[in-house]
T-cell receptor, first 115, second 115 residues
Framework: GDSVTQMEGPVTLSEEAFLTINCTYTATGYPSLFWYVQYPGEGLQLLLKATKADDKGSNKGFEATYRKETTSFHLEKGSVQVSDSAVYFCALSDRTNFGNEKLTFGTGTRLTIIP | DAGVTQSPTHLIKTRGQHVTLRCSPISGHKSVSWYQQVLGQGPQFIFQ???????GRGNFPDRFSARQFPNYSSELNVNALLLGDSALYLC??????????????FGPGTRLTVL
């Protein structure tokens, strides 16, 4: 079945450091890929997405490129801020009988940014 | 506009009891999905409902059931609770547009503790 493997956490960085969180996936078809962020005490928020190979998703300074050849979707940000501290989840969509609704998530990576 | 709402926020039950969790989707959204997030893990897909019909089911026992009402709100029911059912239960809604990728909007979740 489909699966997502992401970088083990926790990750601690200083403010303005470069961030990479690795994500690789296994899927039988051609999934869409997502990064979700979960702030303390809140639900999941979609950070960015990519629907086909070589697509680049971007939002709030974060970027990720859909790499079919390496089955990867690594999350990057050039200069992190304290407000980026959260748990980040890589996910893929699996087409159910009626559209792309089921999300398969990785285990999450907790990111802490130190001032 | 209100986002996805869930009730209750927190719930404490004992083993063997039954629980009902409720979700109201974003206005206009007809698809509702349920996920279980065990502490330290990524969310796991439980059900998807669209137009009051089950459209997808994850790998959960028959103790888990759900339904969607004419106003598109949804209930998740869990019978014969086990300690392992303790988790954050997330509800997500989407427009279910024809074609393309639907963004799923998550609620804040219901924290269920089974003692």
């Amino acid at each position: 079945g489909d699966s997502v493997t992401q970088m083990e956490g926790p990750v601690t960085l200083s403010e303005e450091a470069f961030l990479t969180i690795n994500c690789t996936y296994t899927a039988t078809g051609y999934p869409s890929l997502f990064w979700y962020v979960q702030y303390p005490g809140e639900g999941l928020q979609l950070l960015l997405k990519a629907t086909k190979a070589d697509d680049k998703g971007s939002n709030k300074g974060f970027e990720a490129t859909y790499r079919k050849e390496t089955t990867s979707f690594h999350l990057e940000k050039g200069s992190v801020q304290v407000s980026d501290s959260a748990v980040y989840f890589c996910a893929l969509s699996d087409r159910t009988n009626f559209g792309n609704e089921k999300l398969t998530f990785g285990t999450g990576t907790r990111l802490t940014i130190i001032p | 506009d209100a986002g996805v709402t869930q009730s209750p926020t927190h719930l404490i039950k004992t083993r063997g009891q039954h629980v009902t969790l409720r979700c109201s989707p974003i206005s206009g959204h007809k698809s509702v999905s349920w996920y279980q997030q065990v502490l330290g893990q990524g969310p796991q897909f439980i059900f998807q409902y669209y137009e009051k019909e089950e459209r997808g089911r994850g790998n959960f026992p028959d103790r888990f059931s759900a339904r969607q009402f004419p106003n598109y709100s949804s209930e998740l029911n869990v019978n014969a609770l086990l300690l392992g059912d303790s988790a954050l239960y997330l509800c997500a809604s989407s427009l279910r547009q024809a074609g393309g990728i639907d963004e799923q909007f998550f609620g804040p979740g219901t924290r269920l503790t089974v003692l």
